[in-house]
């Protein structure tokens, strides 16, 4: 039998690789452990940081500013026109509108602005005309007949002279002839002088009688041609022109009734010399306020003014008090309301605005210079004083302030610097709604 093999003793492992693996198990152990308590610590820290500014980003807040405040009194009104000029029909009877510049078009002085139906005056006007050549030619006919009564006239009185003086050569023959003869000569002589002195009258009622009826004719001659002058006039009244350069704004037609009144329009009927429409100068462009009896005291001629267009919100314009009412007016509300009138002048008035716009202005009564000015919600008050909240790393701290002068939107305060942002939301309160 063979014999049995001899089992060979295992050597054991060598001990450094066993150690280096429970190494690194280790380490990996505590590096993950590491790596997690800093994700944990930096999630703790951003939600502490979105915390702390959480309050902040939730609250409304305004940053105080730094400059000059202007201490203002608000008040509402609309823009007239310091001057306007009115334009009124013709003399001219049964006038008719037949073109007129669209209303709100903005024309230049000089321009066409309303023509109205000459097709009547026109044929007035041939009949005038014809009316004076007929005066005319009747005057003309009555000169000449005059010029030729008047040769007549002539001839006749140099041959009743004539006559005369032939009598009178005859009666001076009284000494040569017999007392019959000188007599009958010195009776010739006598009516022939009779004879001359009424053909002398004749020539004077004929002088006189033409000069009447030329006189006469003349007259008529000169009333034709006046009506003539009087219709061309007309006719050229009937385009009227535009007195300066703005818009038009037509009066309203009432002959539909009150309820039915519109604006004049073509084909209306108009009378003569009534006002058809109003032309406001652009130029004098002022803002009619009404200011309450409260600030009445506080405002005067020659301050500041800001003026404001509810259509134009981007356009502001400089201004100043140019009158103030003596007394109070009473509205057409009810209950009535008194206030006193202020009327602010735009020395460079914008081309965009026109009368009736209304808005508002400000009225600078007080000027302080170098001002911590916040919003006016920005103020409250605690214990009777006046604080603002003011932001600090994410929490709203209350700060005592002096309040120098306020406004309807903002307040100037003394107590904070500038800069500081205010929150316009009291915190304690949204705290205890919460």
């Known amino acids: ?29 505590w590096a993950t452990l590491l790596f997690l308590l800093a994700v944990v610590g930096g999630a703790a820290f951003a939600v502490y940081r979105y915390r702390e500014a959480q309050p902040a980003a939730v609250l409304p807040s305004a940053p105080a500013r730094l400059g000059d405040f ?32 669209p209303p709100g078009v903005n024309v230049k002085a000089g321009d066409p602005i309303v023509r109205f139906d000459s097709s009547s005056a026109q044929q007035t006007l041939m009949q005038k005309e014809a009316a004076l050549r007929q005066a005319q030619a009747t005057l003309d006919q009555a000169l000449a007949q005059s010029k030729i009564t ?26 040569i002839v017999s007392r019959l003869q000188g007599e009958e000569s010195k ?32 007259r008529q001659r000169d009333q ?49 010399g009534m006002v058809l429409a109003e032309m406001p100068d652009l130029t004098t462009m002022l803002m009619d306020a009404k200011v309450e009896e409260i600030d009445r005291g506080r405002i005067a001629a020659d301050q500041e003014v800001r003026v404001r267009i509810d259509s134009l919100p981007e356009l502001t314009l400089n201004a100043k008090i140019r009158q103030i009412s003596l007394l109070a007016e009473a509205s057409n509300e009810f209950p009535p309301v008194r206030s006193f009138r202020a009327y602010a002048g735009i020395p460079k008035p914008d081309a965009r605005l026109r009368p009736g716009m209304n808005g508002g ?24 004083k006046p604080i603002v909240y003011v932001a600090e790393k994410g929490q709203y701290r209350a700060v005592n302030v002096e309040v120098l002068a306020r406004n309807p939107d903002e307040i100037a305060v003394k107590g904070i610097p500038d800069g500081a942002m205010v929150t316009v939301v009291d915190p304690e309160k949204k705290d205890q709604k919460k």
């Open 150 to 175: 008047s040769e007549q006239d002539k001839t006749e009185l140099a041959d009743a002279g004539f006559t005369v003086e032939r009598a009178r050569l005859e009666a001076s023959k009284q000494e």
């Open 187 to 218: 009776i010739d002589y006598g009516v022939a002088q009779q004879k001359l002195k009424v053909q002398e009258a004749t020539v004077d009622l004929h002088s006189a009688s033409d000069k009447s009826r030329i006189a006469s004719l003349t």
């Open 224 to 272: 034709a041609k006046a009506d003539v002058d009087i219709t061309k006039d007309r006719i050229a009244q009937m385009e009227l022109k535009s007195p300066l350069s703005g818009f038009l704004i037509f009066q309203s037609n009432y002959s539909q009734g009150w309820m039915n009144a519109k604006p004049f329009k073509v084909g209306d009927n108009v009378y003569a």
């Open 1 to 29: 039998m063979s014999a049995a093999p001899v089992p060979q003793p295992i050597a054991p492992a060598p001990a450094s690789p066993l150690i280096s693996s429970r190494t690194r198990a280790r380490l990996r152990f």
């Open 70 to 101: 202007l201490v203002i009194v608000r008040c509402r009104g609309e823009l007239k026109a310091e001057r306007s000029v009115q334009v009124y029909t013709p003399m001219v009877p049964n006038l008719r509108i037949a073109w007129m510049t």
């Open 361 to 384: 202005m400000d009225i600078v009564i007080n000027r302080i210079p170098k001002a911590i000015s916040i919003p006016a919600k920005a103020l409250f008050t605690k214990a009777g």
